[in-house]
């Protein structure tokens, strides 16, 4: 079935910095949803994307449905410590179109440089 | 406006028990889901509702059951609860694609 890859996996953060990362897959997506996820709370939703090379932004964030529609990507610029967090990527699935389901990547987890 | 919200926050349930996750949403949205977390992982759909009267299996429905009777409100039933029915469990609904999370249960089942 479908699956959403995203890279990396993990990474620290240092206040200050920028962050990317992205989320591929082996299908095209339609729409490209992004989530955060602070430790004990349910997902937000941060941005949403439904037109190939639309680039949208949300205060610091900024994300990218790809050209190819088998990519997104997120930025954040100039980190703050409230940044730390799981940011899930997000798309509907080969069926659900019409029930509105998604299929989630496992996530990028931001965590503050030691 | 509250959003969806989700009680209780937390339950420890003993093995072969059984209760009822509450899900009300206020934005009128006809699409509601349930998911479950585990430790570390990201979100399995359980059960999903198009709108009140109908609902359909997700990727894990073994072990629980659902009912939507209205628009606002989407029950998650545990019958015979298992440890490996641990987990947090979150209710989101949607007005199609941008789906809206509630805060979670977290359940503990021993």
């Known amino acids: 079935g479908q699956q959403l890859n995203q890279s990396p996996q993990s990474m620290f953060i240092q206040e200050g910095e920028d962050v990317s990362m992205n989320c591929t897959s082996s299908?095209?997506?339609?729409?490209w949803l992004w989530y955060k996820q602070d430790p004990g709370e349910g997902p937000v939703l941060l941005i949403a994307l439904y037109k190939a090379g639309e680039l949208t932004s949300n205060g610091r964030l900024t994300a990218q449905f790809g050209i190819t529609r088998k990519d997104s990507f997120l930025n954040i610029s100039a980190s703050i410590p409230s940044d730390v967090g799981i940011y899930f990527c997000?798309?509907?699935?080969?069926?659900?179109?019409?029930?509105?389901?998604?299929?989630f990547g496992k996530g990028t987890k931001l965590s503050v440089k030691p | 406006n509250a959003g969806v919200t989700q009680t209780p926050k937390f339950r420890i349930l003993k093995i072969g028990q059984s209760m009822t996750l509450q899900c009300t949403q206020d934005?009128?949205?006809?699409?509601m889901y349930w998911y479950r977390q585990d430790p570390g992982m990201g979100l399995k759909l359980i059960y999903y509702?198009?709108?009140?009267?109908?609902?359909d299996k997700g990727e894990v429905p073994n072990g629980y059951n659902v009912s939507r009777s209205t628009t606002e409100d989407f029950p998650l039933r545990l019958e015979l609860a298992a440890p490996s029915q641990t987990s947090v469990y979150f209710c989101?609904?949607?007005?199609?694609?941008?789906?809206?999370f509630g805060p979670g249960t977290r359940l503990t089942v021993t």
């Open positions: 997000a798309g509907p699935g080969e069926d659900g179109g019409s029930q509105g389901n998604l299929i």
């Open positions: 989101a609904s949607s007005p199609h694609y941008e789906q809206y």
């Open positions: 509702s198009v709108g009140a009267g109908i609902t």
């Open positions: 299908s095209i997506f339609n729409t």
């Open positions: 934005m009128n949205h006809n699409y």
